[in-house]
Structure formats: C-alpha cells, structure tokens
C-alpha cells in the first residue's frame, strides 16, 4: 500500500489546482477542463486520477457539476458523455444538482442505471440557497447503460469524493479565520474551546478523506462505498455546525465565502437518500458478506 | 496511489487465520485477554511461544535482532487479526511495538541480547509504569523517585492505571532521576525485574472484568543500575519518540467491526429484528465509523513508513476518530441487542468497557485535539 500519490497523480493535481486558481469559480471553467481532458482523466490514469480533480473542484468550489462526468459515469465504464452531466435517483420528479446546467443525466432506476439526454427530460428550475443550481427533472426516455447497483456505488464514492474536500476546504478557511480574529485580548483560535471543534471536524473530515479515497480505489465493494457515503454525510452536518459557529455572524454572509461550501455540504447530504439510506445500505452489505475471521467475542 | 494489498501481504493474513484458528485455546475471547487467571497466563505464553517459533511475534523487527525487516504493512496486518481474534498475545503487543523498539533505540548490548531475545521468542510480559494519581494526561509531572545508590537506583513512588501489571515479568518503569526537575527534565526509564523485594501490585476493581488496571506501590525497590534504559535523566526523549509506536500499535476498527458482527449474529439468534430500519441505520453508521478509523489508521501507518519523525499528526488525527468510534459502537451493540446486551458474555459488555477506556488511555482524546490544533496553525493559548 501506498498512499503518495505517483508522479502522474502529483502532476495532475498541481496542473488542475494551477487551472482552478487561475480561472476562479466561474462557468467557464468546465470547458477549460473538457479542453485540457481532465474530465476523462479516469479513462487513462484510473479512478484516483478522477478522485484528485473532483478534490481540487470542491475545493475552488467549481459552479458546474463535475462529480458526475469526471468519476460516477467513469467508475461504471460510461466515458461518452458531455461536458456537463448531472445524476438522479428516480426517472419523475427527482431533485438534480446543477440540473439546468446539464446536458445529459445519470438515472438511477431501480435495477437499472440509465443516461439521458436533455432532449429526452424536461427541467423545472427550483430555487435553493444551498450552493448550486437545482432542477426538478422528469425524464421521458433513457437508455439503460449498467446495472442500478454500479451506479450506487460510483454515486456514493462521487459524494463521499466531493464531502470531503468541500470540508478541507471549509475548514481550511475557518482556520485561517480564528487564527487572526482577536476577541478577548487574543486569537480566538488560542480558545480551547475553539481548538477542539476544529480538530475534532478536522479528523472526521480527514476520516471521510481517506476512506472516500478507499470507496474510489474498491469501487465494487459496496460495503466501503456505502460506508464513505454514510460517514461523509454525518461529518458534512457537523462540519457545518462547527465551521459557522467558530466563524461568528461574517460566517453566513457571502462576500465571506464559507457558505459557498457549507451550503453545499449539506446538499450533498441530500442525495441518493441521504445518509439514513446509505447506513441501511451498510448494514444490509455487511449482514450478505462471508466473513472467514475469528471473532473476538463468544458466538451464540 | 496503490490502496492494494500484495499478494504476500494478504498471504501472511490467511495464514494469521488459519495459525490462530489452530493455536488459540479454544474458547478464547477479549473476555481472557486480561489474564484474570494463571491458566489464561499460560495459554498466553503458549500462543507466543507458538507465534515466535513461526517468526510471527517481531517479523517487523530488524534482521539483527531476530526479525526480517518487514514493512510495518505486516504489524498492521498482525494487529488486525490478533487484536480482533481476542488478542491471545495478550500484552505482546506492547513489547514488540514499542519496548522492543525502545530497547533497539537506547539499550544497552547486553539489555538488547538478553530483553529483545525473550521478548522475540513470546517467553517474556511486560508492564508499562507510566500513569501516576496526580500524572495522567501531564505525564511529566510524575513523581516517583529513583535515587542512584552504589550499584542500585533506590525507587519509592506509586503507579496506577497499569494493565498486565499482575502478570508481567518486568515493568518499563518511569521515575524522577533528578530530583531538582519539573517536567519532562530529569526522568529516567527503568527495567524494572517485577520479582524484585517492595513491589506491591493490587487490582482496581471495575464492574466489567478482574486484572483489568491496577495499582502498583514501590517502596525502597533496589533496582540495578544496569536496567537504567539509555541516559540518565534522558529517558523522555525516548517515550516521545516511542509513544508515537503505542498510538499505532492496536487495530481496534477491525475488532469493533467483528464486535458489530457478533452483536448481529446474537441479535438474530435472539430473534431481535434486525431489519428494523432504525436499528440498521444505527448499526451501518457504527460500521461506517469503523472504516473511517481503519481509513485513517492506514493514512498514520503510511505516514510512519515515511520516515522516524515522531511528529506524526495522523496518528493523532487516528486517535480522534478511532477513541470515539469504539464507544460508538458499544452502544450501537447494546441499541441493537437491547436487554440481551446487558450479560456479561455479550458482544455490548467488553465493548462498551473498551469504548470507554480507549479515549482516555495512552493519551487522552482532548490531548489528541490539543495534537492536532497544533498540527492546524492554531495559536497557542
């Protein structure tokens, strides 16, 4: 095991941090990433090469989806795609982030994991304050790509990828917050009080990091992708608990630019069922598993 | 990235399995692991012994002590399938992840050839004197004397909180070699015979399990000079750099993942309904939890094959998930077995014991937030 990442990946993420930093969180920047071949890095340098974009995306907080096209549709073997794409869990009435912006849709159908073309769907704008655009979308015709079951599984890891990066990054800018805002005579990040909110978010969110990471590599374990997507959804609430309360009142506005990241944290909690249906499924994954080990305690 | 396991690393797996469903003494469960009776002592050293005649007890250890330099990819497989298994090495764990590298860091030749050989060949237990009454999390501010008289250090002091102290043979022991010090100034460690005359051990009685924790009393203990451990009034360069070991050392998610498992299989010979849809979102996010711990139990394993730096804040940021993890899966098990959990051979007992210890011992989970904070930018306060 080795979790440096190789030469090609460390380039990679320097090139598209570089490409992030340069271009901001604007639209544009999502045909600057078609046109370098970023969205499909995972067709030739594998799943942690998607996991790496993905990363630097919720970080500079992207306005645009990127989870879907650069890693859900590569993780089930689906390259051919638009720019922009977006996924849903029902073939009616499903919630789609980004939705307007997409040209095509992941459809979760029961067994079946289907695509679509924004010909083949109608979109009903909807009004939210949490961070993306979002589109009620009813979907008329699909073509059935994989099983329902795969498709899980790369949505889970793409929430899992995408929480987890979203937190850093909240945290990261929370820090840099508490670290100069003085009250009381002194940094108010020298509060213990403070220090243990962010450290404690700072280990779940690293927690999500690395088993999110997990999920990407073992995409076919549904146990894991499962697991990430659960785990990512419970650290999101807290991450976003935590990081306004230590912020103060400049926390919510958004010239400040947390919520840009929080507000999103909790839509991605939203999805696939939420973290509620992602524990199920933990626990029904694990109930189906062989488990060949000595066990640490008396069996009935 | 490579997250896979070698193939001679899953190897060395299946065959801890096979090894441990052979040697085990059957029956063996967490319920032993603390050794409450001299036959567990016995079928402890037996497993060892067992375990150091196949070089399964220090593989992670250098060629010239008796190991074969594996990675510590290995330990960390070893520990997940001992310490899940009900841990039959009992406190070998801690010889072979930190005393054993604390020796081949500051021992003596003749301390190395005589300690590293026993504790390679599973025949030797040890016990840590570190915890005092008034030194826990502040560590350094024990109080336990070891005053050099001739040929022997004179130790007078009280530990507690010391587990194994009942069984082990020796005793790395911490004490104020300078009385004029505060702090981390002026400590030496001890190897400490625990046959030796004024060493008193007593059990701290708990509601879970006899031998547990105890207390240990020294009174005149004359300890020979030679145990001294590296300098005098140095030995707390060397508990920093090997408590970073002890942080790593135990695999508690893949145990309390096997825990959740029992409880499931208990709730379902009970007849409890597992398919309850709040039961199972409490489970799945207790074995959710459990993967984040192993995720970032592997992220502070790499970070040690990174180099001998004992600024590790993986480990630290392990810890802080790992510690409330467990309790988190205690009461998921009892959630999930409701009044079946509250026996004492059920999977919620031992767990909910562990869940509660594991955030206070070896270093307290406020302590591994202060780590952390420290590792984020924070000011100091």
């Given at each position: 095991?080795?979790?440096?990442?190789s030469e090609?990946?460390?380039y990679?993420?320097?090139?598209?941090?570089?490409?992030?930093?340069?271009?901001?969180?604007?639209?544009?920047?999502?045909?600057e990433?078609?046109?370098?071949g970023?969205?499909?890095?995972?067709?030739?340098?594998?799943?942690?090469?998607g996991?790496i974009?993905?990363?630097?995306?919720?970080?500079?907080?992207?306005?645009?989806?990127?989870?879907?096209?650069?890693?859900?549709?590569?993780?089930?073997g689906?390259?051919?795609?638009?720019?922009?794409?977006?996924?849903?869990?029902?073939?009616?009435?499903?919630l789609?982030?980004?939705?307007?912006?997409?040209?095509?849709?992941?459809?979760?159908?029961?067994?079946?994991?289907?695509?679509?073309?924004?010909?083949?769907?109608?979109?009903?704008?909807?009004?939210?304050?949490?961070?993306a655009?979002?589109?009620?979308?009813?979907?008329?015709?699909?073509?059935?790509?994989?099983?329902?079951a795969?498709?899980?599984?790369?949505?889970?890891?793409?929430?899992?990828?995408?929480?987890?990066?979203?937190?850093?990054?909240?945290?990261?800018?929370?820090?840099?917050?508490?670290?100069?805002?003085r009250?009381?005579?002194r940094p108010?990040?020298?509060?213990?009080a403070?220090?243990?909110r962010?450290?404690?978010?700072?280990?779940?969110?690293?927690?999500?990091?690395?088993?999110?990471?997990?999920?990407?590599w073992?995409?076919?374990?549904?146990?894991?992708?499962?697991?990430?997507?659960?785990?990512?959804?419970?650290?999101?609430?807290?991450?976003?608990?935590?990081?306004?309360?230590?912020?103060g009142?400049?926390?919510?506005?958004?010239?400040?630019?947390?919520?840009?990241?929080t507000?999103?944290?909790?839509?991605l909690?939203?999805?696939?069922?939420?973290?509620?249906?992602?524990?199920?499924?933990?626990?029904?994954?694990?109930?189906?598993?062989?488990?060949?080990?000595?066990?640490?305690?008396?069996?009935? | 990235?490579?997250?896979?396991?070698?193939?001679?690393?899953?190897?060395l797996r299946?065959?801890?399995?096979?090894?441990?469903?052979?040697?085990?003494?059957?029956?063996?469960?967490?319920?032993?692991?603390?050794?409450?009776?001299?036959?567990?002592?016995?079928?402890?050293?037996a497993?060892?012994?067992?375990?150091?005649?196949?070089?399964?007890l220090?593989?992670?250890?250098?060629?010239?002590?008796?190991?074969?330099?594996?990675?510590?990819?290995?330990?960390?497989?070893?520990?997940?399938?001992?310490?899940?298994?009900?841990e039959?090495r009992?406190?070998?764990?801690?010889?072979?992840?930190w005393i054993?590298?604390?020796?081949?860091l500051?021992?003596?030749?003749?301390?190395k050839?005589?300690?590293?050989?026993?504790?390679?060949?599973?025949?030797?237990?040890?016990?840590?004197?570190?915890?005092?009454?008034?030194?826990?999390?502040?560590?350094?501010?024990?109080?336990?004397?070891?005053?050099?008289?001739?040929?022997?250090?004179?130790?007078?002091?009280q530990?507690?909180?010391t587990?194994?102290?009942?069984?082990?043979?020796?005793?790395?022991?911490?004490?104020?070699?300078?009385?004029?010090?505060k702090?981390?100034?002026?400590?030496?460690?001890?190897?400490?015979?625990?046959?030796l005359?004024?060493?008193?051990?007593?059990?701290?009685?708990?509601?879970?399990?006899?031998?547990?924790?105890?207390?240990?009393?020294?009174?005149?203990?004359?300890?020979?000079?030679?145990?001294?451990?590296g300098?005098?009034?140095k030995?707390?360069?060397?508990?920093?750099?090997?408590?970073?070991?002890?942080?790593v050392?135990?695999?508690?998610?893949?145990c309390?993942?096997r825990?959740?498992?029992?409880?499931?299989?208990?709730?379902?010979a009970?007849?409890?309904?597992?398919?309850?849809?709040?039961?199972?979102?409490?489970?799945?996010?207790?074995?959710?939890?459990?993967e984040?711990?192993?995720?970032?139990?592997?992220?502070?394993?790499?970070?040690?094959?990174?180099?001998?730096d004992?600024?590790?804040?993986?480990?630290?940021?392990?810890?802080?998930?790992?510690?409330?993890m467990?309790?988190?899966?205690?009461?998921?098990?009892?959630?999930?077995?409701?009044?079946?959990?509250?026996?004492?051979?059920?999977p919620?007992?031992?767990?909910?014991?562990?869940?509660?210890?594991?955030?206070?011992?070896?270093?307290?989970?406020?302590?591994?937030?202060?780590?952390i904070?420290?590792?984020?930018?924070l000011?100091?306060?």
């Amino acid at each position: 095991m080795n979790l440096d990442p190789s030469e090609e990946e460390a380039y990679l993420d320097k090139a598209v941090a570089t490409l992030f930093a340069r271009h901001g969180p604007s639209e544009r920047l999502l045909d600057e990433l078609a046109g370098s071949g970023y969205l499909d890095v995972v067709r030739e340098a594998g799943p942690m090469a998607g996991v790496i974009v993905v990363e630097r995306a919720a970080d500079a907080q992207v306005i645009g989806p990127i989870g879907a096209r650069v890693l859900t549709g590569p993780l089930v073997g689906h390259y051919d795609l638009p720019p922009a794409v977006g996924i849903i869990d029902a073939m009616t009435g499903s919630l789609c982030r980004w939705g307007p912006q997409c040209e095509a849709f992941f459809v979760l159908d029961g067994d079946a994991g289907r695509i679509a073309s924004r010909d083949d769907v109608e979109m009903e704008p909807v009004e939210s304050s949490f961070g993306a655009t979002y589109g009620r979308v009813h979907v008329r015709r699909a073509e059935a790509i994989c099983d329902g079951a795969g498709l899980r599984r790369a949505w889970q890891v793409t929430i899992a990828v995408e929480a987890e990066a979203t937190m850093l990054a909240a945290i990261a800018k929370t820090v840099d917050h508490v670290a100069g805002r003085r009250q009381f005579g002194r940094p108010i990040g020298a509060f213990q009080a403070v220090q243990h909110r962010l450290a404690s978010t700072y280990a779940m969110a690293m927690g999500t990091r690395w088993l999110a990471r997990r999920a990407a590599w073992f995409h076919d374990d549904e146990f894991l992708t499962a697991s990430a997507a659960a785990y990512a959804c419970e650290a999101a609430q807290i991450t976003y608990t935590n990081m306004h309360q230590v912020s103060g009142a400049v926390g919510i506005t958004s010239e400040y630019g947390l919520v840009g990241w929080t507000t999103r944290l909790l839509g991605l909690r939203q999805e696939l069922g939420g973290q509620r249906a992602h524990a199920r499924r933990v626990t029904i994954t694990r109930r189906g598993m062989p488990k060949p080990w000595p066990s640490p305690l008396p069996l009935p | 990235m490579d997250l896979d396991w070698t193939d001679s690393e899953q190897k060395l797996r299946e065959e801890l399995r096979s090894f441990i469903t052979e040697q085990r003494r059957p029956g063996w469960t967490h319920h032993e692991r603390d050794m409450p009776t001299a036959e567990d002592r016995h079928a402890v050293i037996a497993f060892c012994r067992a375990m150091g005649e196949r070089q399964l007890l220090t593989p992670h250890w250098p060629a010239e002590y008796g190991g074969r330099d594996a990675s510590p990819w290995e330990q960390t497989i070893i520990s997940e399938e001992l310490w899940a298994a009900g841990e039959p090495r009992g406190p070998q764990y801690m010889n072979t992840n930190w005393i054993g590298p604390a020796l081949m860091l500051a021992g003596t030749a003749e301390q190395k050839r005589f300690h590293l050989e026993l504790i390679s060949r599973g025949e030797a237990m040890w016990c840590q004197g570190f915890s005092e009454p008034d030194a826990g999390s502040d560590l350094a501010s024990l109080r336990t004397s070891a005053v050099r008289d001739g040929d022997v250090y004179v130790v007078n002091g009280q530990k507690i909180w010391t587990s194994y102290a009942h069984a082990a043979d020796y005793c790395a022991l911490l004490a104020r070699t300078d009385p004029a010090t505060k702090g981390a100034e002026g400590i030496s460690i001890l190897l400490v015979p625990m046959d030796l005359p004024g060493i008193e051990v007593r059990d701290i009685s708990n509601p879970w399990v006899s031998h547990l924790v105890h207390e240990m009393w020294f009174t005149d203990v004359g300890v020979p000079a030679d145990c001294l451990l590296g300098e005098e009034d140095k030995g707390w360069e060397i508990v920093r750099q090997v408590l970073a070991n002890e942080r790593v050392g135990i695999a508690r998610h893949e145990c309390s993942e096997r825990t959740l498992d029992a409880a499931v299989a208990w709730a379902e010979a009970a007849g409890i309904d597992t398919d309850d849809e709040s039961v199972a979102e409490e489970i799945g996010m207790a074995y959710a939890t459990c993967e984040a711990a192993r995720a970032l139990n592997y992220a502070a394993v790499h970070e040690r094959t990174q180099g001998q730096d004992s600024r590790r804040p993986m480990a630290a940021v392990s810890r802080a998930v790992t510690g409330p993890m467990e309790g988190r899966v205690a009461h998921a098990c009892l959630e999930l077995l409701g009044p079946a959990g509250l026996s004492r051979n059920s999977p919620a007992d031992r767990q909910l014991l562990m869940g509660t210890t594991s955030t206070i011992a070896a270093g307290s989970l406020e302590v591994q937030l202060n780590l952390i904070a420290r590792h984020l930018g924070l000011p100091k306060g």
